[in-house]
């Protein structure tokens, strides 16, 4: 897939709140990182990181290395989506073109 075009999709800005500590009492620490994504608000069940089957409000596209667990705000909007499941879509050379994540 042609990169170019992949980023002219990825048109929408999020805030990426990447976990990286978590200390003796459990509370997260982030960094706030602001990227370029494609959101989509749209239910359905997917297996989370745990490999519970649970409902995923929305799906956002991105090239980061976003993880389970990590957070994401979408532009505009007060709500944290806590990230549920992420997808490595793979292309024919084995190089990751993009991210599905289900939040």
């Known amino acids: ?3 170019q075009f992949l980023k002219s999709l990825l048109n929408q800005d ?3 709140k990447r976990v990286v500590n978590i200390d003796a009492y459990g509370t ?3 960094d706030a990182i ?3 994504v494609r ?3 749209k239910r359905k069940l997917i297996i989370d990181g745990t490999g519970k089957e649970v409902v995923s409000e929305a799906t956002c596209f991105c090239l980061e290395p976003i993880r389970t667990d990590d957070y994401l705000v979408l532009n505009g909007s007060d709500k944290e989506w806590v990230v549920k499941a992420v997808e490595d879509l ?3 050379d084995g190089s990751i073109v993009y991210r599905e994540v289900s939040v």
């Open 34 to 36: 602001p990227i370029k």
């Open 1 to 3: 897939m042609n990169k």
């Open 90 to 92: 793979i292309d024919g």
């Open 14 to 16: 999020a805030i990426w």
């Open 28 to 30: 997260p620490t982030m």
């Open 39 to 41: 959101w989509e608000n």
